[in-house]
């Protein structure tokens, strides 16, 4: 039995967002935050039980960050979504803007 596509509601906001790749190896996690620091992306190597973080705060620029219409920044994410062959994870941001992440794991 495979891995299913997952998210968890926190009120209305998706607080994590979970996607497996496409060999069910490799599980992606976003934790959305109203601080852009806590705003991260986890990669989780099912086989070998290795997890890497990174915060999405660290490869925002500073002259072009995701920024709502009122101008305020916002990091969190809507969805992500593997590409075909697994080596680049989609995110897709609540403002609109795109965002690809070299697949990080085995």
Known sequence: ???LP?????????????????????L?????SQHLLYCQ??????QTNFVTSMRLFNF???????????GKAN??????QWTQ???FLIIIF???ALALLPRLGN
């Open 94 to 96: 609540r403002t609109g």
């Open 1 to 3: 039995m495979g891995l």
């Open 60 to 70: 925002a620029q500073v002259e072009n960050p995701p920024t709502e219409k009122s």
């Open 85 to 87: 062959d697994d080596a």
């Open 75 to 80: 990091l969190q994410v809507d969805d992500i």
């Open 28 to 32: 992606a996690v976003v934790t959305n």
């Open 6 to 26: 997952c998210s968890a509601m926190s009120g209305s906001d998706r607080s994590l967002i979970c996607r497996p790749d496409n060999s069910n190896m490799l």
């Open 41 to 46: 992306v986890l990669f989780c190597n099912i």
